[in-house]
């Protein structure tokens, strides 16, 4: 596969449900707006491509959407705040990309989330654990990578009684 996302995808916005694109380098370009039409999505999972660009905002309009996983792909900038407006994401997993900055505030807003993963070079400036995902009472799995954590666990995450993994590697 190669050339880019086309914003033709929106025109399957009553039907499409999942995109999945695996070790395809040659798919490059960036990840069209028009992807917030497309309300039946459930699942996004862009591994190993060369999609670059930031995140859309337009992110936030998936209200089904439950798994939004990237993984080893140049999608750079930061992680918007329109994610807190997904209320029925349950897995969030960002690794081995170039976004920087924080974990948004919001975050604790998406309130089904059970599993949140952000490893390897994403969030790069973050030195601390927000003390909003002790609001995520849903959580089951968090893993944190290769953060360079300078700062205690907060208490916040005393909430989590749900919680059964906790990965802090590399820190």
């Known amino acids: ?14 039907s499409l449900q999942s ?5 395809q380098l040659e798919l490059k370009g960036t990840i069209p ?15 190993a491509t060369s999609i670059d660009g ?7 309009q998936l209200q089904s959407l439950q798994l ?3 993984y080893m792909t140049p999608i750079h900038g930061h992680i918007p705040s329109e994610i807190g407006r997904m209320c029925n994401l349950s897995a969030f997993a960002v690794g081995r990309t170039d976004l920087t900055g924080s974990v948004p505030e919001v975050i604790h807003n998406a ?7 952000l490893s390897t070079r994403s969030i790069a400036t973050v030195v601390s654990i927000p003390s ?6 849903e959580l089951i799995s968090l893993v944190l ?17 749900k919680l059964e993994a906790l990965n802090l590697h590399g820190n």
């Open 132 to 137: 909003e995902l002790g609001e995520l009472t």
């Open 54 to 60: 930031s995140l859309p905002t337009e992110f936030g």
């Open 68 to 70: 939004l996983q990237l």
């Open 145 to 161: 990578l290769d953060w360079n954590l300078h700062r205690t666990i907060p208490n916040q995450l005393e909430k989590l009684e």
């Open 19 to 23: 995109i999945e694109v695996n070790l």
């Open 111 to 117: 309130i089904q989330l059970r599993s949140l993963e």
């Open 33 to 47: 707006t028009v992807v917030g039409l497309l309300k039946k999505m459930t699942r996004i999972m862009l591994s």
């Open 1 to 14: 596969m190669e050339g880019t996302i086309p914003l033709e995808i929106s025109l399957l916005g009553k």
